[in-house]
């Protein structure tokens, strides 16, 4: 069974850092692509960011970038977002996601459970 499992959402405050991961399991992940989305409440999903398979490519949307950063472990099968200068406008659930090799960022194959992340003014 696919499970990509998320941890490290919490409540902090404006300009603080934080960092979320995520650990999947259930199959081998080495060769997709795995990234972030997030959800805030009455709004649509938006993508965070993403990483190549080999860690050698990131990607990232323009609400976050310069601000967050997604790095991965193939040997843990761990993939993680640190974000930094947060802002009350970052508060939503954080979703891991898994994009095959043949897929397409904006259509993740998997999806985790969600985590999360409330920044207070």
């Known amino acids: 069974q696919v499970q990509l499992v998320e941890s490290g959402g919490e409540l902090v405050q404006a300009g603080d850092s934080l960092r979320l991961s995520c650990a999947t399991s259930?199959?081998?992940?080495?060769?997709?692509?795995l990234g972030w989305y997030r959800q805030a409440p009455g709004k649509e999903r938006e993508f965070v960011g993403v990483?190549?398979?080999?860690?050698?490519?990131?990607f990232y949307g323009s609400s976050v970038k310069d601000r967050f950063t997604i790095s991965r472990d193939n040997a843990k099968n761990t993939v993680s977002l640190q974000m930094t200068s947060l802002n009350p406008e970052d508060t939503a659930v954080y979703y891991c996601?898994?994009?095959?090799?043949?897929?397409?960022?904006?259509?993740?194959?998997?999806w985790g459970q969600g985590t999360q992340v409330t920044v207070s003014s």
């Open positions: 996601v898994a994009i095959s090799p043949s897929g397409n960022y904006l259509s993740p194959d998997y």
């Open positions: 259930g199959r081998t992940f080495s060769t997709y692509a």
């Open positions: 990483i190549g398979w080999s860690a050698g490519s990131t």
